[in-house]
């Protein structure tokens, strides 16, 4: 979890592990959202904020029960998968549950195909805490690819790949529940289908076309295939501008009864950069230090180790400190568990803010794009990210 990793001093540690129980282990229950960006997770059109242009396209579309398959596109924490989940509840009403599925691309990716290979029946032997929805769905669709293999006439297991497809259409070849016209499939992450699988979910998405519409969320339209693009609505998710977020931290800080002055209101708005998921988690990380919260205390705790070592790492390598930049960031990786994906995502966040000139951030940027796209195709991340860190040096360090 991402706040997990934030700096405690022991009285401060007793206040943060309030944060994150949501858990009663004795009364078995889930009390109320620990964490703020759930409790605050949009449940309605009203409770989105910035791009009204989209937000009320949508609505509209709702409304009308017509729709196509779309593209949520935009960066981080603006309510992609928020709006995908109002917008599906709206229209499947009281047939949400069962006709409506969520796959994050990654995720099903990064499943092995020997726990993918595990039977329902071995699954339903572990603790409830031991397997997840998704590798329960992953076992029926291990079947189901293995068969379509043997039908073609080939043995051994599916490929992951294969599973990854067969995980989409999968659930859009199968009926709908409680005769509602359509069902809806949501894939998060869709950037990180390859060319060859865009391919393959253009057939799935034209030979469901009756019964199945598709919403890919990803950061951007880059990488896209023309041919799925011009089969979708794209609809646009962008930063909202300082003083909306502003107005958004404002009403949540009431809400808590926590108590905020106006500069710790605008730098975690600078610091958070249209980010509303990021900028919920400060403000309840501060909230949680210290009673009355200060510039000084944002700034104090938006600082995560991950930022810190990431900073360090890329002055290394730019300074041509190759080998240092290197270890660093295998012991990110290897020592301290981070993913070599949210390592890639937080050079990229601390590259922009150097001062490159635009055609050589450009070019940097780019690279990252480039490594974040090999980092899911290789077998062997840590390779990706230290040939970033040889590159950096060779495209930006002339300009500092
Ligand atoms: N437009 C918004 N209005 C209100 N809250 C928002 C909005 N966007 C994001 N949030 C807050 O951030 C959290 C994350 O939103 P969501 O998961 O929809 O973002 P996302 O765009 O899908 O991000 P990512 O690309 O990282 O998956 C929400 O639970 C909510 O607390
Ligand atoms: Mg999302």
Redesign the pocket.
């Known amino acids: 979890m991402v706040l997990s990793s934030y700096p405690t001093s022991s009285s401060k540690s007793k206040r943060n592990k309030l944060i994150f129980s949501d858990y009663d282990p004795i009364l078995g229950v889930n009390l109320e959202p620990a964490l703020w960006?759930?409790k605050?997770?949009?449940k309605t059109w009203s409770?989105?904020?910035?791009r009204e242009s989209t937000i009320n396209q949508l609505r509209f579309l709702a409304e009308s029960s017509v729709f196509a398959n779309m593209i949520f596109y935009?960066p981080?924490?603006?309510?992609?998968?928020?709006?995908a989940e109002v917008f599906s509840r709206e229209i499947l009403g009281e047939s949400y549950n069962a006709n409506f599925k969520i796959l994050n691309i990654r995720d099903v990716w990064d499943i092995p195909v020997t726990k993918a290979k595990r039977s329902v029946q071995d699954l339903a032997k572990l603790e409830r805490g031991q397997r997840s929805e998704l590798e329960e769905y992953m076992s029926v669709v291990f079947r189901e690819a293995k068969a379509a293999r043997m039908a073609r006439g080939r043995g051994g297991d599916p490929t992951r790949g294969e599973l990854l497809s067969e995980a989409i259409r999968f659930y859009a070849s199968t009926a709908t529940v409680a005769d509602e016209k359509v069902k809806i499939l949501v894939l998060?992450e869709a950037d990180a289908l390859s060319s060859g699988m865009q391919q393959a979910l253009r057939r799935t998405m034209e030979l469901y076309s009756d019964t199945c519409r598709f919403i890919l969320?990803t950061?951007s339209l880059s990488g896209w295939s023309p041919a799925i693009i011009s089969r979708c609505l794209t609809l646009n998710?962008s930063n909202p501008p300082d003083h909306i977020v502003q107005g958004?931290l404002d009403d949540i800080a009431k809400e808590e009864k926590v108590s905020i002055d106006e500069p710790a209101l605008t730098a975690i708005a600078r610091e958070s950069q249209g980010d509303?998921?990021r900028a919920?988690n400060l403000l309840q990380i501060a909230s949680a230090a210290s009673d009355t919260v200060t510039e000084d205390v944002v700034y104090e705790y938006s600082e995560t180790p991950l930022i810190t070592s990431v900073r360090s790492i890329v002055t290394l390598a730019l300074d041509g400190q190759y080998p240092a930049a290197r270890k660093e960031i295998r012991n990110l990786v290897a020592i301290d568990g981070y993913s070599p994906q949210e390592v890639c995502v937080e050079i990229e966040r601390d590259l922009v803010k150097r001062p490159f000139s635009p055609p050589v951030l450009s070019k940097v940027l780019d690279r990252v794009a480039e490594i974040d796209y090999r980092l899911l195709q290789g077998k062997n991340a840590f390779v990706h990210l230290a040939a970033l860190l040889a590159s950096l040096r060779a495209i930006g360090a002339d300009e500092l």
Not at 76 to 83: Q, R, W
């Open positions: 960006s759930v605050y997770r949009p409770d989105f904020v910035g935009g981080s924490g603006t309510g992609k998968t928020a709006a998060d969320i950061p998710f958004f509303l998921r919920i």
